[in-house]
C-alpha cells in the first residue's frame, strides 16, 4: 500500500499544483498494480504549511479503497453535494475525485459508470474548470501589480540620479542606495523572470489540464453512451425474456394440465385393471381347485395305468419270445435260401442244357419290295422246325431238301418273337454260363436286322443284341443286393475268315489277333 499525503488550501500555490499533477500521474501508474489511498486535507489558508498533518472531515469522505464498488463512491459524492463542500473542496481532491472515477471504471472493465456518478464527475469537472480560469485571472493580476511596481521603481532611480547631481557625500550614500536599489531590481528582475517562468509552466499545465478535461469528457461521454446502450440491451433482453417465461410459464400449466388428466386417465385405468386382476384371480382360484380335482382324477388314472403299463409288458414280453422263435425260423430259412437258390439254378441251367447247348434257329426273310413272291423257295414250314426248299434245277427226289433246326421263324415273324427262344440264355450267362449267340447267313439275308435291328429308337424294333443287353443289365440289377457282376463288351466282325474289332481306333489294330480256331465269339462275358 502507498499512502500519499496532499497538503493543500485555497492559495495553493502554482508549484504545490504543478507538483500534485506529476504524483496524480504517478499514483495513475502505482494503482495498477497497488492499492493507493489518498488523503487530502481541507486545512484554511491561514494555517496551511507543507509540515502540517492531515486531518478533517472532508478527507475522511473522499478517503476510498481501491475495489470499492462504483455504488459507495456514489453515495460519498452525494454526502458530499448535500454538504455543499464542493465549492469549499480543494482542487486536488476534485482532481482525485476525478481520477478515483476513472480507476473505477478501469476495474469494472465493462465501463459502466452509474448516471448518478457521471452527473457528480461532471459538476467536479465544471468546478476544476471555474478554478482554472479563476486562476489565470489571478496571474494576469499578479503580473499588473508586479509591473505598476516595477514603474514605481523606475520613478524612484529617476529620482535618485537627480539627486546625484548634489554633494559627493550625499552622492556616495545615493550611490549606495542606487546600488542597493539595482541589487534589489535585479532580485525583481529575477522573481519577475521565475514567475514568468511559473506563469507559462502553468499555461502549459493549463492546455494539457484543458487536454485531458476534453479527453475525459470524451471519456465519460463514450462511458456514458456505453452504459445506455447497455441498459437498452438490458431492457430489452429482460423484456424477452420475461416473454419467453411468460410463454413457458403458459406451457408448463398446459403440461401440467395435461399431466394431470393423465393421472386421473391412469387412476381410472389401475382400478379398471385392478377389478379385471380381480375377476382373473377369482377365476384362476376356481380354475386351480377344478386343475387339483383334475389332478387327483390323473393320479388315479395314472395309477390304472401303470397296472395297464406292467401287464403290457409282461404281454410284450411274451411276444417278443414268440417273434424270437418265429425269428429264428425265419433266420433259418434264409440260412437255406442261398442253398435253394443254387439249387434252382443248377436245375434251370440243366434245363437249359437239356433243350440243347448248341441251338441252331432259322429266320427267312421276307421279300424286299420289287421282289417278286412267286419266286419262292420255301415249301414248308413246320412248328418243329422243319424247312423244305424247292430247288426248281433238279428233278425228283433231289427237287425238295429238307432242314430241321431247333426252329423256323417266318417272314412274318417280330424281332421280340425271335428272342423269346434266346432270352433264357441271358439268364445262364449271369449264372456263370458261357453263352454265344451268331448270325450266319449269305449276303443281304438278313444278319444285320436280326441281331441289330432296322431302327434303334425304336423298342419294337430292337434286335437279339439290345434285347440281350437289356436283359442283362435288369437282371444284374436285380441281384445287386446278393452279387456284383462286371460287364465288358466286344464288337468284332468275321469277314474273309478275318476277324476285325471293331471297337479299336487304331486301324492297324483293327485285325484281332486270334486264330479263327480258337475264336470263341462271345458277345456278353461274365
Ligand atoms: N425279317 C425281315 N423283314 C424285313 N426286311 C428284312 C428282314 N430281314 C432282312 N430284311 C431286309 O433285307 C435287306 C438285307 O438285310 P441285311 O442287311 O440284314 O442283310 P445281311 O445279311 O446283314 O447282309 P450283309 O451280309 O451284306 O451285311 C435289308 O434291307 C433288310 O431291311
Not at 486545512?43 to 475522511?60: I, L, V, W
Not at 443284341?465 to 468275321?494: C, H, P, T, W
Request: glycine share 4%; net charge neutral; aromatic share 8%.
Amino acid at each position: 500500500m502507498v499512502d500519499v499525503f496532499l497538503i493543500g488550501n485555497e492559495d495553493w500555490c502554482f508549484y504545490g499544483l504543478s507538483r500534485f499533477l506529476r504524483l496524480l500521474h504517478c499514483v495513475h501508474y502505482w494503482s495498477r498494480s497497488a492499492s493507493v489511498k489518498f488523503i487530502m486535507n481541507m486545512q484554511s489558508e491561514a494555517h496551511a504549511t507543507e509540515n502540517e498533518q492531515p486531518g478533517s472531515n472532508f478527507s475522511d469522505v473522499f478517503q476510498t479503497k481501491h475495489g470499492y464498488q462504483g455504488d459507495f463512491l456514489a453515495s460519498k459524492f452525494s454526502e458530499l453535494m448535500k454538504l455543499e463542500s464542493l465549492e469549499s473542496a480543494t482542487s486536488q481532491s476534485l482532481f482525485s475525485v476525478v481520477k478515483r472515477v476513472l480507476e473505477e471504471s478501469i476495474e469494472r472493465k465493462n465501463g459502466n459508470i452509474p448516471q448518478r456518478v457521471a452527473s457528480v464527475v461532471k459538476l467536479v469537472v465544471q468546478e476544476i474548470e471555474h478554478r482554472v480560469s479563476k486562476q489565470a485571472e489571478n496571474m494576469r493580476k499578479q503580473r499588473n501589480l508586479y509591473k505598476s511596481r516595477e514603474d514605481r521603481y523606475q520613478l524612484k532611480i529617476r529620482a535618485l540620479e537627480t539627486l546625484a547631481t548634489g554633494t559627493t557625500e550625499e552622492n556616495e550614500i545615493v550611490m549606495k542606495q542606487l546600488q542597493h536599489i539595482k541589487i534589489e531590481k535585479a532580485k525583481i528582475e529575477e522573481k519577475k523572470k521565475l514567475e514568468e517562468n511559473d506563469l507559462n509552466r502553468l499555461r502549459k499545465e493549463k492546455d494539457d489540464y484543458e487536454t485531458q478535461i476534453s479527453s475525459l469528457k470524451q471519456e465519460l461521454k463514450l462511458a456514458k453512451r456505453t452504459y445506455e446502450e447497455n441498459q437498452l440491451q438490458l431492457e430489452t433482453h429482460a423484456k424477452e425474456t420475461k416473454v419467453q417465461l411468460e410463454k413457458r410459464i403458459l406451457e408448463l400449466e398446459c403440461l401440467l394440465a395435461d399431466s394431470r388428466k393423465k393421472v386421473k386417465e391412469l387412476e381410472d385405468f389401475s382400478e379398471s385393471k385392478f377389478l379385471i386382476w380381480k375377476r382373473k384371480e377369482h377365476r384362476y382360484m376356481h380354475f386351480i381347485d377344478s386343475q387339483f380335482g383334475s389332478l387327483q382324477e390323473l393320479r388315479l388314472a395314472s395309477e390304472y395305468l401303470k397296472q395297464e403299463v406292467l401287464k403290457t409288458k409282461e404281454i410284450y414280453a411274451d411276444e417278443v419270445h414268440h417273434f424270437g422263435l418265429n425269428l429264428k425260423g425265419l433266420v433259418d430259412a434264409a440260412q437255406n435260401y442261398h442253398t435253394v437258390l443254387e439249387e434252382n439254378r443248377k436245375l434251370y441251367n440243366e434245363v437249359q442244357d437239356l433243350k440243347g447247348n448248341i441251338r441252331v434257329y432259322c429266320r427267312v426273310r421276307p421279300f424286299l419290295p420289287g421282289q417278286s413272291e412267286k419266286n419262292t423257295t420255301i415249301q414248308y414250314i413246320g412248328d418243329s422246325g422243319e424247312l423244305v426248299v424247292i430247288n426248281p434245277s433238279k428233278q425228283g427226289k433231289d427237287s425238295h431238301r429238307l432242314f430241321k433246326f431247333n426252329k423256323v421263324f417266318g417272314p412274318a415273324a417280330t424281332q421280340e418273337e425271335v428272342f423269346r427262344d434266346t432270352q433264357p440264355l441271358i439268364r445262364s450267362v449271369l449264372d456263370g454260363y458261357n453263352v454265344c449267340i451268331f448270325a450266319y447267313g449269305q449276303t443281304g439275308s438278313g444278319k444285320t436286322y436280326t441281331m441289330t435291328g432296322p431302327s434303334v429308337t425304336s423298342v419294337q424294333d430292337w434286335g437279339v443284341n439290345y434285347r440281350a443287353l437289356n436283359d442283362l443289365f435288369n437282371i444284374s440289377q436285380s441281384r445287386k443286393s446278393s452279387i456284383a457282376y462286371e460287364v465288358g463288351v466286344q464288337m468284332v466282325e468275321i469277314y474273309n475268315e478275318q476277324v476285325r474289332d471293331l471297337l479299336s481306333n487304331d486301324s492297324c489294330q483293327k485285325r484281332y489277333p486270334l486264330e479263327i480256331s480258337f475264336m470263341t465269339p462271345c458277345l456278353m462275358k461274365h
